[in-house]
C-alpha cells in the first residue's frame, strides 16, 4: 500500500531546468518532445531460456526470458494455454528498488505488458493444447528490470515482444502414456504484434519516452499500445495527474505515429539479424 | 450467445443506459468520512480516516499528504469464493485508482500526513474500480477532506460490435473491449483512463465521450447523496418551533 | 461588488462548485483558479465585502497560534511529550515549557504528564511545512484535567457551542450544571454529574447534526429540558 523509502526530493535547480528547457520545446538531452532516445535490442541472449531479448532505450536495459513449461490449465478453459507475465524491479536496477516481493509499480508494470499482450492475441493460447483439462503449455514472460533510466513500460513490453517473436516452442508427444518433450523444437507462432508507446504530461508540454529525470517531475503519464492492424488494445494512465481529453486524442494521435517507427526500425528488423 | 439484441442488452439495458445507482454518504460511525454505492448487482463501500499522524514518521511526504489507497474484494463479492489476501488485481487497482484521486485533493494541505481510504466490494458485478471511485470521492467529501471537485467514475466498452456505457461483468468478460473512466467535470479532467480489448481510433473516441457523458450522469447521483443528509435534517428541524 | 455571485448566502455547496467570479478573494475553503472561485469543501456559502468562503460542515482540525487546545499525551521522549489533538499531526509540548531549566533523570518525565492524560494546552508555534504545533500548559487554566467526559465535533462548530454572545454556552452550563473545557480543535471537555455530562454530550451531538438550520439555541434548550423529563420547566411554569 506504500513505498518502504523516503520520498526523491529533486534539486529545485535541476527542475527549474527541465521546465525552462521544455519551454523552449527541448528536453534536457536534446531531444525533441516527441523523439525516443536510441533503441538498441538482441535476442537469443539466455540460451536457458526458450526465448530471450534484452532492449535498451537510452539507458533503460530491460532483458525478458520465456520459459515454456507443461502444467495444468484453468479449470474455466481446459483447451487453452496459460500466458503469465511476471515483473522484477531487481535491486541492482536503481538506489530506489527495494528486495521483496514485487511492489505496486512491479505489479502495474506486469499488468500493463499482459495486457497488450492478451488483448491483442500474441499468440493462440488455443494452439498451446496438448491434452484438454489436463496438460497444457505454460509461457512465463518474466521481465528483469537490470537498469531504470526511465520509460520501463515500454523497455518491457517491447522486450517480451520481441523474446515472444524469436522463442522456440519444445515438441512435444502426446501419447497414452502421457506427454514427452522430444528433442526438437519449433518456432512460437506470433498473430500480431503489439507496440507499447508512452508519453508523459509535464506542466502544459507532453513528451515521449520520458527520461528518470523527466518522470520525476511529471504530472501524469498516459501509455498507449497498437496492434499491427492499427487497433489500439491497452491504454494505462498513471500519476498523480490528470489529462483533459484533448490531451488524450493528442496523445493517441502521437502514439500511432511513434508505434509506426518503432515498428519499421525495431520490430521488423528482428528477422534480420 | 448474443449480447445484444435489438438494441437490448442482456439485462434489458438500452446501449447508454447506465445501471441504476444508488448512493448514501456518512453511514460509517467510526470514520472520518464514509459512502456506500450500489451500481445494478454492484456493492461497494468505502470509509476514509484522516488527515492523520503517519507513523513511522520517516515514510511521511515533508511536501504534502499521502494518499493511501486499498481497493480489496470481499471473499463471497463474487461467484466463486475467492480468497481473502490481496491479488495482483487489487494491488493495481488500488494504484489506479489513488491516481485517480489525487489530483483532486489538496494534498499540500496537509504536509508529512496521511489521509487512509478504504474500497470494501462487497459484490462485485463488474464496473468496481469505477464505482469503487465514485464511492470514495462521496466518502472523502463527507470526511471534509479539502478537493477541487468531486471525482466521478464510469466504464465504456465495446460488446458484439456496439459501443456501450457501464458493462456489467458478463459484458466486461465476454465483450470485445472495456475502458474505465474517472472525470472531475466541473474541471474537465479525466484521472483515470485505462482500455483492454481492440479498439479502432474511432471507437475509442466515441468509447471515451460515451464514458465522461456516464461520468457526468453519475456526478449528480454524487452531489444529491452528500446534500440529501443535510436537507433532511433541515426539513426535519427547520419546520419546528421558532 | 468585485464580481458576479453564482448562490445565495448561506446555500449549501459541494466541493467544486463554482461561487464566484471577479475580483474577489478566496476565504476559507475556497480556492481560485483564474477569476473563478470554487468551494473545497461541503459546506454554507458566506459573500464577504470582498471575499467569498465557505463554513465547512465537516472539516479537520486546522491548527493556528493562539488557539487553546485540548489534547491526549500518546508519547514521551526525552525532549516532551507528544500529543494528539486531532488535527493532521501530532503536537509537541517541550519538557522545557514545564521545567525551567535541565530535566533532571531522577524525575521522569511521565510523573509530570503520562501517556493517557488529558491536556488543555495552547499553540504556540505552528507552520504547515516545518513545525508541528508546538504547545505550552503555562497559563490560567492550562495543564492536566483529571476528570469529565471528553466529547468531539467538527473543529468549524466550536462557535455554534458559544453562540451569539455566549448564549448557547450559557444556557448550557446553566440547564446542566456542568463546567465546560471547549478546545478549538474540536474536543470538549463536560466536567459535572454523571447525567449532567451525558445531557451534554446528547446537546452537543444534536448541535453537530442540526447546525446547519436557524434556531438552534432554543430547540437544544427544549431538548435538554426534555431529557431532564421537564420537570424544571413545570416548577418555573408553576
Known amino acids: ?223 498507449i499500445s497498437v496492434d499491427s492492424q492499427g ?3 491497452a491504454v494505462q494512465k498513471g500519476g498523480s495527474g490528470y489529462f483533459t481529453p484533448e490531451e488524450v486524442e493528442k496523445c493517441v494521435d502521437v502514439a500511432f505515429q511513434k508505434v509506426e517507427e518503432i515498428r519499421s526500425k525495431v520490430v521488423e528488423k528482428v528477422g534480420e539479424a | 450467445m448474443p449480447l445484444v439484441v435489438e438494441g437490448k442488452r442482456v439485462d434489458g439495458r438500452g446501449l447508454e443506459e ?83 484521486l489525487e489530483p483532486a485533493i489538496f494534498l499540500e494541505e496537509y504536509p508529512r500526513s496521511t489521509i487512509d481510504l478504504f474500497i470494501e466490494v462487497l459484490q462485485s458485478d463488474g464496473g468496481t474500480r469505477c464505482t469503487g471511485i465514485v464511492a470514495a470521492s462521496v466518502a472523502l467529501a463527507d470526511a471534509g477532506i479539502p478537493m477541487r471537485d468531486l471525482v466521478s467514475a464510469c466504464a465504456a466498452g465495446k460488446v458484439d460490435g456496439f459501443i456501450v456505457l457501464d458493462l456489467c461483468y458478463v459484458e466486461d468478460q465476454e465483450g470485445e473491449a472495456d475502458m474505465p473512466v474517472a472525470y472531475m467535470p466541473k474541471l474537465g479532467q479525466i484521472t483515470l483512463l485505462q482500455m483492454d480489448g481492440l479498439m479502432t481510433r474511432e471507437e475509442f473516441d466515441r468509447a471515451l465521450n460515451l464514458a465522461i457523458k456516464g461520468c457526468e450522469q453519475i456526478y449528480e447521483v454524487q452531489r444529491e447523496a452528500l446534500k440529501k443528509r443535510y436537507e433532511a435534517i433541515e426539513r426535519l428541524v427547520g419546520g419546528e418551533g421558532t | 461588488m468585485p464580481g458576479e455571485r453564482m448562490f445565495e448566502q448561506r446555500d449549501l455547496v459541494l466541493p467544486g462548485d463554482l461561487l464566484a467570479r471577479g475580483d474577489f478573494k478566496a476565504g476559507d475553503n475556497a480556492y481560485k483558479v483564474g477569476d473563478e472561485i470554487r468551494a473545497s469543501r461541503l459546506g454554507l456559502v458566506e459573500y464577504g465585502e470582498d471575499e467569498v468562503s465557505v463554513i465547512a460542515l465537516k472539516s479537520c482540525y486546522d491548527p493556528k497560534v493562539g488557539d487553546v487546545v485540548v489534547g491526549k499525551v500518546v508519547d514521551v521522549n526525552i525532549n516532551g511529550w507528544d500529543v494528539d489533538i486531532g488535527g493532521p499531526l501530532e503536537a509537541f509540548l517541550n519538557v522545557k515549557d514545564v521545567i525551567g531549566g535541565q530535566p533532571s533523570p531522577d524525575i521522569p518525565l511521565t510523573r509530570i504528564y503520562d501517556i493517557g492524560d488529558v491536556i488543555v494546552a495552547k499553540i504556540v508555534g505552528f507552520h504547515k511545512t516545518s513545525m508541528r504545533p508546538l504547545l505550552t500548559t503555562q497559563g490560567p487554566g492550562l495543564g492536566k484535567v483529571g476528570r469529565g467526559l471528553m466529547i468531539r465535533i467538527t473543529p468549524t462548530k466550536i462557535p455554534r457551542v458559544i453562540g451569539k454572545k455566549g448564549s448557547m454556552i450559557s444556557m448550557l452550563l446553566k440547564e446542566t450544571r456542568c463546567k465546560l473545557i471547549l478546545g478549538q480543535n474540536g474536543y470538549i471537555i463536560a466536567i459535572g454529574s454523571k447525567r449532567g455530562e451525558e445531557m451534554i454530550a446528547a446537546a452537543l451531538d444534536k448541535i453537530e447534526r442540526e447546525c446547519h438550520v436557524p434556531g438552534l439555541t432554543d430547540r437544544v434548550q427544549e431538548f435538554i429540558r426534555s431529557l431532564k423529563g421537564g420537570g424544571e420547566k413545570v416548577a418555573a411554569g408553576g
Not at chain 2, 26 to 37: C, H, K, M, P, T
Request: proline content about 6%; charged content about 30%.
Open chain 1, 1 to 223: 500500500m506504500i513505498s518502504t523509502r523516503r520520498h526523491q526530493v529533486m534539486a529545485k535547480i535541476k527542475k527549474n531546468r527541465i521546465l525552462n528547457t521544455l519551454s523552449k520545446g527541448k528536453r534536457l538531452d536534446g531531444r525533441d518532445l516527441d523523439e525516443y532516445r536510441e533503441i538498441k535490442f538482441k535476442v537469443d541472449v539466455i540460451e536457458r531460456a526458450e526465448g530471450s531479448a534484452e532492449v535498451l532505450i537510452g539507458a533503460t536495459r530491460v532483458l525478458t526470458g520465456v520459459k515454456i513449461e507443461v502444467g495444468k490449465p484453468y479449470p474455466d478453459v481446459p483447451d487453452k494455454g496459460v500466458l503469465i507475465v511476471n515483473a522484477e524491479l531487481v535491486p541492482l536496477a536503481s538506489p530506489t528498488f527495494e528486495p521483496g516481493p514485487p511492489d505496486e509499480n512491479a505489479i502495474e508494470l506486469a499488468r500493463v505488458v499482459d495486457r497488450a499482450l492478451r488483448s491483442a492475441e500474441v499468440v493462440d493460447l488455443g494452439k498451446l493444447c496438448l491434452i484438454p483439462g489436463e496438460k497444457v503449455l505454460l509461457l512465463y514472460v518474466d521481465v528483469y528490470v537490470l537498469n531504470h533510466a526511465g520509460n520501463l513500460i515500454d523497455a518491457s513490453a517491447l522486450s517480451a515482444l520481441l523474446a515472444l517473436m524469436t522463442a522456440k516452442v519444445p515438441v512435444y508427444e502426446v501419447s497414452e502414456a502421457g506427454v514427452e518433450k522430444t528433442e526438437e523444437y519449433k518456432p512460437l507462432e506470433i498473430l500480431n504484434k503489439p507496440i507499447t508507446v508512452t508519453m508523459a504530461k509535464i506542466g502544459n508540454a507532453i513528451v515521449v519516452d520520458p527520461s528518470l529525470d523527466e518522470e520525476e517531475v511529471m504530472d501524469a503519464r498516459l501509455t
Open chain 1, 231 to 233: 487497433r489500439i488494445c
Open chain 2, 18 to 100: 447506465l445501471r441504476p445507482i444508488k448512493i448514501e454518504s456518512g453511514i460509517l460511525e467510526n470514520a472520518d468520512g464514509s459512502a456506500y454505492v450500489e451500481q445494478g448487482r454492484t456493492k461497494i463501500l468505502a470509509a476514509v480516516y484522516g488527515p492523520k499522524e503517519l507513523h513511522p514518521r520517516h515514510l511521511a511526504d515533508p511536501q504534502k499528504a499521502l494518499l493511501r489507497c486499498r481497493y480489496h474484494m470481499a471473499p463471497f463479492s463474487t461467484e466463486e469464493r475467492r480468497s481473502p489476501a490481496p491479488s495482483r488485481r487489487d494491488i493495481e487497482l488500488s494504484k489506479v485508482i489513488r491516481n485517480a
